[in-house]
């Protein structure tokens, strides 16, 4: 039996409904020049959500490790960016993950540890992409702002 599962409906044109995991639909649009695009136009494409599911993938690790090295996390953010080649396929050749951390007193050896861990061990999509794109990877430590 498979780990994961996906379902694609087709709506119209070029749009379709996705289903992850017997999971509620998530908008999917493959076309920019789809029809009724005004009803999914929180659609996404599908190479934007392999950029999601990379940050989703990482961030679980991330989190995960964090919280074990005992880290007080106020808040959390990654932002992903891809550079597609010209050509057909058209596939990423260069990503970049951005993690953003809030936190009294975070550790900057155990987010970089714990980003690494991610990079290189744990993150199964992290594994795939690198395999075809180079993944450059930055973080920033902020404080939590006062509590007003």
Same mark, same amino acid.
């Given at each position: 039996?498979?780990?994961?599962?996906?379902?694609?409906?087709?709506?119209?044109?070029?749009?379709?409904?996705?289903?992850?995991?017997?999971?509620?639909?998530?908008?999917?649009?493959?076309?920019?020049?789809?029809?009724?695009?005004?009803?999914?136009?929180?659609?996404?494409?599908?190479?934007?959500?392999?950029?999601?599911?990379?940050?989703?993938?990482?961030?679980?690790?991330?989190?995960?490790?964090?919280?074990?090295?005992?880290?007080?996390?106020?808040?959390?953010?990654?932002?992903?960016?891809?550079?597609?080649?010209?050509?057909?396929? %058209?596939?990423?050749?260069?990503?970049?993950?951005?993690?953003?951390?809030?936190?009294?007193?975070?550790?900057?050896?155990?987010?970089? %540890?714990?980003?690494?861990?991610?990079?290189?061990?744990?993150?199964?999509?992290?594994?795939?992409?690198?395999?075809?794109?180079?993944?450059?990877? %930055?973080?920033?430590?902020?404080?939590?702002?006062?509590?007003?």
């Amino acid at each position: 039996m498979a780990d994961h599962n996906a379902k694609l409906t087709w709506k119209q044109g070029m749009t379709f409904e996705g289903y992850t995991d017997g999971k509620s639909h998530l908008p999917t649009v493959f076309a920019s020049g789809s029809e009724n695009l005004a009803e999914y136009d929180n659609g996404h494409s599908p190479l934007a959500m392999v950029l999601l599911a990379l940050a989703g993938c990482t961030a679980m690790d991330v989190i995960s490790i964090l919280k074990k090295k005992k880290q007080d996390i106020a808040a959390f953010e990654i932002e992903v960016e891809g550079d597609q080649v010209d050509e057909h396929p %058209r596939v990423y050749n260069h990503i970049t993950i951005v993690y953003k951390l809030w936190g009294k007193d975070l550790s900057e050896e155990a987010v970089a %540890r714990a980003i690494e861990l991610s990079e290189t061990k744990y993150c199964s999509v992290n594994g795939m992409l690198k395999l075809g794109a180079k993944i450059d990877y %930055r973080f920033e430590i902020n404080q939590p702002e006062p509590q007003m």
